[in-house]
Nanobody, 116 residues
């Protein structure tokens, strides 16, 4: 199983990058997809998730600015980020989980640095 995250980099405040997470080795539609982030010196936190049933959930800090989506046929999860702030600087990790089967996998993370 592999989760390949991409799309990070250095972004100016107010920027709008899109992160992608391509899965292989799993039936992607069977899993909930989530994005977590870990800022320097802080604990990892949930940014957003998209359940296999179609529900989405966002951290209060990103509501209205970030959008999570998924393409089951393409086995890809996305995180569209807008109006970036310096406090969004973090390593963003994609995660898939199937609670029923107790299976969970993590991607390697992609760094997003918000700086002028």
């Amino acid at each position: 199983v592999q989760l390949q995250a991409s799309g990070g980099g250095s972004v100016q405040p107010g920027g709008s990058p899109r992160l992608s997470c391509v899965a292989s080795g799993i039936i992607f539609s069977f899993y909930d997809v989530a994005w977590y982030r870990q800022a320097p010196g802080k604990q990892r936190e949930l940014v957003a998730n998209f359940t296999r049933s179609g529900s989405t959930n966002y951290a209060d800090s990103v509501k209205g600015r970030f959008t999570i989506s998924r393409d089951n046929a393409g086995k890809t999860g996305y995180l569209e980020m807008t109006s970036l702030k310096s406090e969004d600087t973090a390593v963003y990790h994609c995660n898939v989980v199937n609670v029923v089967l107790s299976l969970e996998y993590w991607g390697q993370g992609t760094l997003v640095t918000v700086s002028s």
